[in-house]
């Protein structure tokens, strides 16, 4: 059973920082990618921010140079830090785990998505 599990959301003011953690837990092989996602009230859920596990990055346009994300790989963790939030930063932050392997096997192969953390921005 593999669980990804988010900590680090809550309120924060304009221009101020928060630090986002998720941690992968199971029988984990290896992991793929890691990343971030986020989904505003009415709103699609759009790619923030991934990670390799040779890490090699890859912001959304609207977080890049305020955001970074980095990954443990050792401790199937990954981070996202976010500076300078703005009120449009607001909504529920997803942390994926994407080609996770539980096993050598190539197609015991999935992607995993944790329950959601929620981030609120106030102006």
């Known amino acids: 059973q593999v669980q990804l599990v988010e900590s680090g959301g809550g309120l924060v003011q304009y221009g101020g920082s928060l630090r986002l953690s998720c941690a992968a837990s199971?029988?984990?092989?290896?992991?793929?990618?890691m990343g971030w996602y986020r989904q505003a009230p009415g709103k699609e859920r759009e790619m923030v921010a991934t990670?390799?596990?040779?890490?090699?990055?890859n912001y959304a346009d609207s977080v890049k140079g305020r955001f970074t994300i980095s990954r443990d790989n050792a401790k199937n963790t990954v981070y996202l830090q976010m500076n300078s939030l703005k009120p449009e930063d607001t909504a529920v932050y997803y942390c994926n785990a994407a080609g996770l392997r539980l096993s050598s096997n190539w197609n015991d192969m999935r992607d995993y998505w944790g329950q959601g953390t929620q981030v609120t921005v106030s102006s």
């Open positions: 199971g029988s984990i092989f290896s992991i793929n990618a």
């Open positions: 990670t390799t596990r040779g890490r090699v990055t």
